[in-house]
């Protein structure tokens, strides 16, 4: 059995995790800042791929980075081509993963106590030291949550990827993409394993998120 989809979609979903994780949490903690007239402007946009249907986002992607298009011009000046590549498919989980991580690290931010960043700069710290040492560690259940969200929604991901990357075997493969390939072609048993294989791994995701919804709810009690 070929197992390069699995490989393909965890290190589609793990790139784009970490990339999700630092734009999201800089996104969520300078949003969080802003002017509530923008704040709600910023959050529409930043949040759009979440309520669209992934094919849309696909779309929209390819009108960017397809091959004619303009960023698909600039970067294949440097060699890069995004359509029907294995790294496209880190742009497109990227795109449709970030607002889950944004989401949730600006509620978490939004529920620090300021007193303990303001507290710290009485002392002189900087505020590198504060976002990094006081403010990350007190949100760090909600930043977990919204990371394995994000790896999950990742791992997932179909409309998207399919329009960019397409279905090339040992090349641009992955879980969703294979399921589909295998049904159409009524592989109805090479499916089905397929199947299994996702739904085992979000089981575990799921247990992960429950498993950190509880820790953060003893804490809040203690």
């Known amino acids: 059995m070929d197992w390069y989809p699995l490989w393909n979609s965890l290190r589609i979903a793990a ?3 970490v990339i999700v994780f630092f734009v999201g949490i800089f996104a969520a903690y300078y ?4 002017p509530r007239w923008l704040k709600g402007i910023l959050d529409v946009l930043f949040t759009l791929p979440m309520v669209l249907p992934p094919t849309v986002c ?3 992607l390819l009108l960017l980075f397809g091959v004619k298009r303009p960023m ?3 970067l294949s000046h440097f060699g890069v081509q995004i359509v029907m590549t294995w790294y496209g498919g880190i742009l497109a989980s ?4 970030f607002p889950l991580m944004y989401r949730t690290a600006r509620g978490a931010f939004e529920s620090f106590d300021e007193t303990l960043a303001y507290a710290g700069q009485t002392l002189g710290l900087s505020n590198t030291y504060i976002f990094w040492k006081i403010r990350m560690p007190a949100c760090r259940q909600g930043i977990l949550a919204g990371t394995v969200l994000a790896f999950a929604r990742a791992l997932g991901e179909y409309g998207a990827t399919s329009m960019l990357i397409g ?4 090349k641009t493969a992955t879980i ?3 399921v589909y390939q295998f049904w159409r072609t009524n592989d109805e048993a090479g499916a089905f394993v397929w199947v299994m294989v996702n739904l085992g791994i979000s089981t575990v995701i ?3 998120v429950n498993m950190l919804e509880t820790r953060n709810r003893r804490a809040v009690k203690l």
């Not at 990227?94 to 993963?97: G, L, M, N, P, S």
């Not at 279905?167 to 040992?170: A, D």
């Open 31 to 34: 949003v969080a800042k802003l």
């Open 72 to 74: 698909g011009v600039f």
């Open 94 to 97: 990227a795109v449709v993963a």
């Open 167 to 170: 279905y090339i075997p040992g």
């Open 206 to 208: 799921l247990l992960v």
């Open 58 to 60: 696909g779309y929209f």
């Open 15 to 17: 790139v784009s995790c």
């Open 176 to 178: 969703s993409t294979t």
